[in-house]
Every structure is written in C-alpha cells, then in structure tokens.
C-alpha cells in the first residue's frame, strides 16, 4: 500500500493520519512488526488501530492493560470449572473401569486421561488472535500500565507470533494470517528495551490547530467553524501548561455541548475541558473561552 | 548498495544513542525493498525507518535531523572519494600528457634538426656559387691595393676581417682605424701612405654598402634554388609551436581541474574526520540498562557543580525518572498470584455441593510505590539540597499520586503541593523561599516528631520512604525513636547522606545511630545520588534484616 493510499484508507474509517503516521502503518503492513505507539493521552493512539481494523475489514481484539493484568487473562487459561465437572463426570465410569485391574495397569489408564488438554484451553484475546480463522487486529492498549513481567510474557507473541504453553507445546500463527498487534503506551513507565527491540516505533506528536480542525470536522456533525475555533482555543490551551491538557474528542464534547445549547456560554462547559480545579483556573483566567464568535451551523 | 548505507546509518544512529541493530538493519532493508518505497525520495525513505529506527519519543522526534545529517555527510563523502579518484586521475592524465608531449617533441626536433642540417650543407654550396657568381664589386686598382696592403691589413684583425673575410659588420669599426691611419699619416706628410689608407676606406665603405645588397641577393639567389626545404622547415616549426600550445593548453586545463579538486577536498576534511569517527568505531554503543549516557559533573561534589552542570544533571534526572521508577517498583508490582485462601474456598465449595468450583485467593498486595521524601534543607546542607530537590521534583512528577514530600530546617512543611504544582524553574526557589533558613539550625527531632504524629498516615506497608540530610542535629533531643516508629511502619526506609561517610558520627552528627535504624548511603555527587536511587531497590533483599520491617 502506498503512503496516500494510507492516509485515503484512514480517513475512510474515519482518521485522519499524518505522513508520518502513515509511514509506520504502511511498514507494519508490508513487514507484519508489532508497532507500538506512544504519544500524549487524547492524541488517537487507540483510535489508529480501531481505524486500521476498520481498514482492513478486520476483526479488532483489543486488551487493556492494568497493574496486576496475568498471563491468565491476557494469553490462556485453563476452564477449572469444566475440569472439575468433568472429573465428576468421570468419576463413576473410571471406578468401574478400574475395578480389578491392578495398579500399574489403573495407571496405564489414568495417564491418558489430560486435563490440561486443548479441550480444557479458554483462550484470551492473545491466543484467539494467533488462532483467528482470519488476519485480525490485536490491540494491546496502555502496556505501560502493567508489570514488566506481562512484556516478558508477550516477547514470544511480539517475536515470533507464537505462544508456548507447556502442557500443549507451542501455537504459532501461519504467516498470512498473522494479526497486526498495536501496543499503546502513555510513557508512564519506560517499556523494557525487549519490548521495544521487537516492534516498530511510533511516536504521535501534538496536533496542530488545522489538523485538529480537520478532525473535529471528519463525522461532519460539527460545522466548520465551530471547529476552526475550537481547535484555536485548544492550540492556546496548550501554552497554559495545564495539568491534563484537553484532548480531541474532549473538545469534540465540550463543542457539541455549545452547539446543542440554545444560548451557549463556552465557560459553561468547561466541564468538559478541565479536569482539574487548578486547570479550570488557569483556563479562566487566560480568557481563552470568552471571545467566541458566532460558530453555529 | 542499499545494504551499506543502512549498516552506515546504523552506525551513526548508534552513535546518537540510538539502539540500532541487526535486526532492525534488516526490517529496514525488507521495508525499502519490498514495500512500496520510492527510495529516491529522502523524505520517504526517512519516513519508512523512522518507526523502525526509534525506541523513544525523543529519537522519534530528532531521527529526520539525524538522517538529513547523515544523509549530506554521506553524499558529502560520496562526492570527496569520487573527487579524490578524479584528483588522481588528473594526475595521471598530466603526466601521460607531459610524457606524450615530450616524446612528440623530441622526434618533430630531430626531424628538425635534420633538416637544418640539410639545409645547411645546402646552402653554403649555394652560397659558394653564389659568390663565385658574383664576385663582390671592387674594382681591380682596389683588388691591386689590397693585395699591396695584406702585410699591413693583416696585422689588424679587425681590417682582415673585413677585407680578406667576410665580416662586414665590422666595416664601421675599421673605417674608423683607417680614418686614424689616415690623419696619422698625413701628419707625418706620407702622401702615399695617405693614399693608400684613403683607399682602404673607400674600399671599406664599399664593402659596408655592398653587404646590404649582396646578402639580399644571396637569400634571394638562396631561396629561390631551395624553396621546398624551407617551406618543409617552417611547416616542421610551426608544426612544434602548435603542438607546444596545444600541450600547454591541456596541461593548464588538467591543472585547473585539479586546483578544483584540491580546494573542494579541503573544505571536506571535516566531513571526513566526522566519518571516520562514526565508521571507525562502529561498535554497538547501547544505552546501559538503567541511563543514557551521563552527563559531566556527575563526579563532583554538589557544591563545586557550575550552573550549566546542573542544569544538565537537572535534565539528566529528568530523563531516567521514568526508568527509575520502572525499577523502583519492579520488585512491588510482582504477577505473584495471591496464596490460596483455603477457608474462604471450602466455604465456596459448600455452596457447589463440596466441589471447590470456585478458588478463593488471598488479594495480592496492590502494587503500589508510594514514596515519602524527607529533606533537609538547612544551611549544612544547602548545596546538596537543590539537587536533592531537582531529584523530588522529578520523582514527584513520575509518581504523580504516590508521592509526599516534606522538607525543614527545624520545623516540617509539606512541599508537595510546590513541587507537583509548575516548572522547576519556579518550584525550587518557591521552596527554598517557604523555609525559614536564615539564623536557624537544622533540628530533626522536632519535624521528624510531628511527621510521626501529624502524617503516620501515609507511612504504609507498601511505602517507601527516603530521607535525605547530613543527620546533624545540633546536640537536639535523640530523634531515633520517631525514626524507628517509621521506619518499623514502611516498606523499605533509606538515608542518603549529604555528608562525605568519614564524618559520619563526628560531633553533633546522628549519622551512626541512624544507621543502626535504616540503611545510610553517601551522596555527595549526582552518579552517587542515581546509583543510590537504584541500589535500594537492588539491595532490599540485605537491607531487609536490617530494616525494621514487620511484614
């Protein structure tokens, strides 16, 4: 896919993508790398890869990632409850299959029953990924909010496509049908060097006021104005060093919110914009929201 | 082709702290071959291994910088070897020239020469019939007179060569001879001496107005019997002269090329040595496990770091914070799974008929590293301090919710609210500022009471706490037993010394005792102060016996 191509299947599904956007996704579509994406929260981390799933017509498996997420819950599990069941189950039928047999015989028998088998084998999002019966995406969102051991556990998948499990030996992805895995991070610890070694690198950058107008505008249910306004408001926001600087879809909120009132008074919702007492301060104070032209449609 | 400019690349991102590898070299290659890369566009081609390239915002961000320098460097370098090929080989064009030339040269010359000599031997025979055609124009009473005079004539070289040779150009000087002749012997009254030398001059006279005419004749009488050879010679000269120009002119065309050369090689030297240091060593330069590379200064004591330095290591700091804390709270946030709570899962069980359908594990710790900052920011320790505080700073800002600070000088403030609130710039001094400093004596007895009676709060099982000072306490009630009572309530305590570790325990110094209490380290340099940092984590396991933790 050439680089325009991109940017065009993007915004089909409703993205706007820069060059450089663009450039990294073109790669992971040509080379299948993993490709993790850093940038400032709000900034469309997530949204690039629902809208490459969207893209590619293909099916978006998306984990969030917290301080305690396991390898149970992120790769495979074992289905405890129909193990037991099934032990229950097998109770009585092993009981008289046993009768009279003598003990090395009863444990011939014993070893071919596995209740760590693929029948007992619930896969989380990873391993249904690498088990799609078609290319899908995988989005491993906010990795930097769990444990450095979760990387470890992902290396293999992030490497070599495949997951290990010992009872069952390894299940690797076919080559075609590998899923385009995003990670996302917001840099809130660094990811181990591992990690970082097995994927391509994307780092989203702040957006200008003609992009973020654009974006605003890309669902059409914001009139143009409006949004070259908002986004004006939002570029000066960012030189009032607020704690949480307001993101895109924040502002698409807070817009929309004028727009609905009958009398919109931009300071009204700003509720929608600071997340903070200090920030709704700061922006108070700075008289950004006062001078608003007449946006409606 | 493309394999060689990637691999250079490599090299010089790695020499901007880039970890480029093998691995990526490769994607980079697969990318530009077989995506869909026009790989005569620079833009794209940055475009394309910019994700493949970068670890982290920063080299995100500067990788088009590095790769439009590296891009000019190499075509800089490319354009120099193919200078200094072109050099060499105007070298070698110049002295084949010279040597074709001289070759050339020297065979036109002999023919020349030849030539000449031909002509030569020609033209004295032509010369001889020519004079034996045309005797010269004395008259037979002049021819009588000489051959009467030829004693005397002869003694004079000068007049034997004008009458028996054939020197006419000396006819001026022998006339003049003859004209003292002349005078001499008329003053003696010689009439006929005076007549004789009277004749040899008008003879003399004749010869110097013949010569004129004769030697026309003779060129003319010459030239008109030898008319081939002499236009055979001069087209031979001119033929030499030309050549000679026309080797001139390449020789200075080949010289001015190659003046080019030099000048532009010259300038180049710089791109060069740039080059060679970045292909030269070529060796992986990773970023160490836990920092980039380290800023100068790290080895000074606080108080001998100029401004800049600190600046530097303020920045420093500011970059590792975030693999500090990734390894501060390794060890807390483990994937250990909770124990098994065997009462709470048999009374499950009784629920599904004895079955334990549902297991019941103990809640695992939450993974929480909460941090408590103590400094001491008394006069003691003044230069230490702002350091110190540069290092909460960032530390309060990568653990945005986890984090108190408290600082004092004999009474305690919470500074926190200051340092999470703006820049650095301004925090620090608004801090320094909020303490009363002047005229007053560090005390720990005091803050470090009302930490434990006003805060115990936030000393919690998973807290880990760092207090930061030389420990002198001015001869102030002991403050060990409120340390205790902390220390003995977190996780894990630590005491970073601001004072060099031969002092510890002099005079009013509480080092000793509080190291009976919680681990100390000296930190009196910026490497020592992040090599602390790190270590505590690393070290927890032997501090443990020594740390008054009742887990």
Redesign the interface.
């Given at each position: 896919m050439r680089t325009n191509e991109v940017i065009e299947g993007l915004r089909g599904a409703g993205y706007l993508a820069t060059k450089e956007i663009a450039y990294a996704v073109g790669g992971m579509l040509v080379q299948n790398i993993p490709l993790l994406v850093e940038g400032d929260p709000g900034c469309g981390k997530t949204c690039l890869a629902e809208a490459v799933a969207k893209m590619m017509h293909a099916k978006l498996l998306r984990v969030q990632f917290y301080e305690g997420l396991d390898y149970q819950s992120l790769i495979y599990s074992f289905d405890y409850e129909r193990q037991l069941l099934a032990i229950e189950a097998m109770r009585g039928a092993l009981d008289r299959e046993l009768a009279g047999k003598s003990l090395p015989e009863a444990m011939e028998i014993a070893a071919k029953i596995s209740f760590r088998s693929r029948d007992f084998l619930i896969a989380r999002p990873v391993l249904q990924a690498l088990e799609a019966k078609e290319r899908c995406v995988l989005l491993l969102d906010e990795v930097d909010k769990s444990s450095e051991e979760v990387e470890y556990i992902l290396l293999q998948v992030l490497g070599e496509y495949a997951v290990t499990i010992p009872e069952i030996g390894t299940i690797a992805c076919p080559e075609e049908r590998r899923p385009l895995i995003f990670l996302t991070s917001n840099r809130y610890r660094e990811l181990s060097d591992a990690t970082k070694r097995r994927c391509s690198y994307l780092y989203i950058r702040r957006k200008t006021a003609e992009e973020m107008k654009e974006i605003l505008m890309l669902d059409g249910s914001i009139p143009e104005k409006a949004a070259a306004w908002a986004a004006q408001c939002l570029e000066r926001m960012q030189n009032l060093a607020l704690k949480r600087e307001p993101s895109v879809p924040e502002a698409k909120a807070w817009i929309r919110e004028l727009l609905s009132r009958e009398d919109p008074d931009p300071e009204a919702g700003l509720y929608l914009l600071a997340k903070t007492p200090e920030d709704a301060k700061k922006i108070r104070a700075s008289g950004i929201l006062r001078q608003m032209p007449e946006v409606g449609a | 082709m493309m394999v060689e400019i990637l691999t250079e690349l490599a090299a010089y991102l790695q020499e901007k702290g880039y970890?480029a590898?093998v691995?990526?070299v490769q994607?980079g290659l697969?990318?530009l071959s077989?995506?869909?890369t026009d790989v005569t566009d620079p833009e794209?081609v940055c475009?394309?291994l910019?994700?493949?390239f970068?670890?982290?915002?920063a080299?995100?961000?500067a990788f088009p910088e590095h790769f439009h320098t590296f891009a000019v460097s190499r075509e800089k370098i490319r354009r120099n070897a193919a200078d200094r090929r072109n050099l060499e080989e105007a070298g070698r064009q110049r002295r084949e020239e010279e040597s074709r030339y001289a070759a050339r040269r020297g065979s036109l010359e002999e023919q020349l020469e030849e030539m000449r000599q031909r002509f030569e031997k020609k033209r004295q025979a032509l010369e001889q019939e020519f004079w034996s055609q045309n005797p010269d124009l004395l008259t037979r009473a002049d021819h009588r007179l000489l051959e009467k005079m030829r004693e005397t004539i002869e003694r004079e070289p000068v007049l034997t060569g004008v009458f028996f040779g054939e020197r006419a150009d000396l006819a001026e000087e022998a006339m003049a001879i003859l004209r003292d002749r002349a005078q001499d012997a008329l003053l003696f009254g010689d009439r006929e001496a005076f007549r004789n030398w009277q004749g040899l001059y008008r003879i003399a006279q004749k010869r110097q107005d013949a010569d004129v005419v004769r030697k026309e004749q003779l060129d003319r009488f010459v030239t008109e019997r030898m008319p081939e050879e002499r236009k055979a010679m001069r087209a031979l000269e001119d033929r030499i002269l030309a050549e000679k120009r026309d080797h001139e002119e390449t020789q200075k065309n080949i010289d001015r090329e190659m003046e080019q050369l030099m000048s532009r090689l010259q300038i180049k030297k710089e791109s060069e040595q740039h080059r060679e240091v970045f292909e030269g060593g070529g060796a992986v330069v990773l970023l160490p496990?836990t920092v980039g590379l380290l800023p100068p200064g790290m080895d000074l004591a606080f108080e001998d770091l100029s401004s800049s330095q600190r600046r530097q290591i303020a920045d420093f700091i500011r970059d590792n914070v975030?693999?500090f804390?990734?390894r501060l709270?390794?060890n807390l946030?483990?994937?250990r799974?909770g124990a098994l709570d065997l009462r709470e899962t048999i009374r499950a069980a009784c629920r599904t008929g004895g079955?334990?359908?549902?297991?019941i594990r103990r809640k695992?710790r939450?993974?929480r590293a909460d941090l408590v900052l103590i400094l001491d920011v008394s006069g003691s320790c003044q230069s230490a301090s702002a350091m110190m505080l540069t290092f909460f700073y960032y530390l309060q800002q990568a653990f945005p919710n986890g984090c108190r600070a408290f600082a004092f000088v004999n009474s305690l403030y919470d500074i926190s609210p200051v340092l999470g609130?703006?820049?650095i710039e301004k925090a620090l001094p608004k801090v320094l500022s909020m303490i009363p400093r002047r005229g007053v004596y560090s005390d720990y007895s005091r803050p470090l009471h009302s930490l434990w009676t006003e805060h115990r709060q936030i000393f919690r099982k998973d807290t880990i706490v760092i207090f930061a000072g030389d420990a002198r306490n001015n001869r102030n009630p002991s403050f060990s037993e409120d340390l205790k009572n902390i220390c003995r309530r977190v996780r894990y305590a630590y005491w970073l010394n601001t004072e060099e570790e031969a002092m510890w325990g002099q005079g009013d110094s509480a080092a000793k005792a509080c190291m009976q209490i919680l681990p100390m380290r000296e930190v009196v340099n910026s490497r020592q102060l992040s090599s602390a940092f790190l270590r505590m984590v690393s070290e927890r396991r032997e501090d443990e016996g020594h740390n008054f933790d009742s887990r």
């Amino acid at each position: 896919m050439r680089t325009n191509e991109v940017i065009e299947g993007l915004r089909g599904a409703g993205y706007l993508a820069t060059k450089e956007i663009a450039y990294a996704v073109g790669g992971m579509l040509v080379q299948n790398i993993p490709l993790l994406v850093e940038g400032d929260p709000g900034c469309g981390k997530t949204c690039l890869a629902e809208a490459v799933a969207k893209m590619m017509h293909a099916k978006l498996l998306r984990v969030q990632f917290y301080e305690g997420l396991d390898y149970q819950s992120l790769i495979y599990s074992f289905d405890y409850e129909r193990q037991l069941l099934a032990i229950e189950a097998m109770r009585g039928a092993l009981d008289r299959e046993l009768a009279g047999k003598s003990l090395p015989e009863a444990m011939e028998i014993a070893a071919k029953i596995s209740f760590r088998s693929r029948d007992f084998l619930i896969a989380r999002p990873v391993l249904q990924a690498l088990e799609a019966k078609e290319r899908c995406v995988l989005l491993l969102d906010e990795v930097d909010k769990s444990s450095e051991e979760v990387e470890y556990i992902l290396l293999q998948v992030l490497g070599e496509y495949a997951v290990t499990i010992p009872e069952i030996g390894t299940i690797a992805c076919p080559e075609e049908r590998r899923p385009l895995i995003f990670l996302t991070s917001n840099r809130y610890r660094e990811l181990s060097d591992a990690t970082k070694r097995r994927c391509s690198y994307l780092y989203i950058r702040r957006k200008t006021a003609e992009e973020m107008k654009e974006i605003l505008m890309l669902d059409g249910s914001i009139p143009e104005k409006a949004a070259a306004w908002a986004a004006q408001c939002l570029e000066r926001m960012q030189n009032l060093a607020l704690k949480r600087e307001p993101s895109v879809p924040e502002a698409k909120a807070w817009i929309r919110e004028l727009l609905s009132r009958e009398d919109p008074d931009p300071e009204a919702g700003l509720y929608l914009l600071a997340k903070t007492p200090e920030d709704a301060k700061k922006i108070r104070a700075s008289g950004i929201l006062r001078q608003m032209p007449e946006v409606g449609a | 082709m493309m394999v060689e400019i990637l691999t250079e690349l490599a090299a010089y991102l790695q020499e901007k702290g880039y970890a480029a590898d093998v691995t990526q070299v490769q994607r980079g290659l697969e990318l530009l071959s077989f995506g869909n890369t026009d790989v005569t566009d620079p833009e794209e081609v940055c475009g394309v291994l910019r994700p493949v390239f970068s670890q982290n915002p920063a080299q995100y961000l500067a990788f088009p910088e590095h790769f439009h320098t590296f891009a000019v460097s190499r075509e800089k370098i490319r354009r120099n070897a193919a200078d200094r090929r072109n050099l060499e080989e105007a070298g070698r064009q110049r002295r084949e020239e010279e040597s074709r030339y001289a070759a050339r040269r020297g065979s036109l010359e002999e023919q020349l020469e030849e030539m000449r000599q031909r002509f030569e031997k020609k033209r004295q025979a032509l010369e001889q019939e020519f004079w034996s055609q045309n005797p010269d124009l004395l008259t037979r009473a002049d021819h009588r007179l000489l051959e009467k005079m030829r004693e005397t004539i002869e003694r004079e070289p000068v007049l034997t060569g004008v009458f028996f040779g054939e020197r006419a150009d000396l006819a001026e000087e022998a006339m003049a001879i003859l004209r003292d002749r002349a005078q001499d012997a008329l003053l003696f009254g010689d009439r006929e001496a005076f007549r004789n030398w009277q004749g040899l001059y008008r003879i003399a006279q004749k010869r110097q107005d013949a010569d004129v005419v004769r030697k026309e004749q003779l060129d003319r009488f010459v030239t008109e019997r030898m008319p081939e050879e002499r236009k055979a010679m001069r087209a031979l000269e001119d033929r030499i002269l030309a050549e000679k120009r026309d080797h001139e002119e390449t020789q200075k065309n080949i010289d001015r090329e190659m003046e080019q050369l030099m000048s532009r090689l010259q300038i180049k030297k710089e791109s060069e040595q740039h080059r060679e240091v970045f292909e030269g060593g070529g060796a992986v330069v990773l970023l160490p496990g836990t920092v980039g590379l380290l800023p100068p200064g790290m080895d000074l004591a606080f108080e001998d770091l100029s401004s800049s330095q600190r600046r530097q290591i303020a920045d420093f700091i500011r970059d590792n914070v975030l693999r500090f804390r990734t390894r501060l709270t390794r060890n807390l946030q483990t994937l250990r799974e909770g124990a098994l709570d065997l009462r709470e899962t048999i009374r499950a069980a009784c629920r599904t008929g004895g079955v334990p359908l549902s297991l019941i594990r103990r809640k695992k710790r939450p993974g929480r590293a909460d941090l408590v900052l103590i400094l001491d920011v008394s006069g003691s320790c003044q230069s230490a301090s702002a350091m110190m505080l540069t290092f909460f700073y960032y530390l309060q800002q990568a653990f945005p919710n986890g984090c108190r600070a408290f600082a004092f000088v004999n009474s305690l403030y919470d500074i926190s609210p200051v340092l999470g609130a703006g820049e650095i710039e301004k925090a620090l001094p608004k801090v320094l500022s909020m303490i009363p400093r002047r005229g007053v004596y560090s005390d720990y007895s005091r803050p470090l009471h009302s930490l434990w009676t006003e805060h115990r709060q936030i000393f919690r099982k998973d807290t880990i706490v760092i207090f930061a000072g030389d420990a002198r306490n001015n001869r102030n009630p002991s403050f060990s037993e409120d340390l205790k009572n902390i220390c003995r309530r977190v996780r894990y305590a630590y005491w970073l010394n601001t004072e060099e570790e031969a002092m510890w325990g002099q005079g009013d110094s509480a080092a000793k005792a509080c190291m009976q209490i919680l681990p100390m380290r000296e930190v009196v340099n910026s490497r020592q102060l992040s090599s602390a940092f790190l270590r505590m984590v690393s070290e927890r396991r032997e501090d443990e016996g020594h740390n008054f933790d009742s887990r």
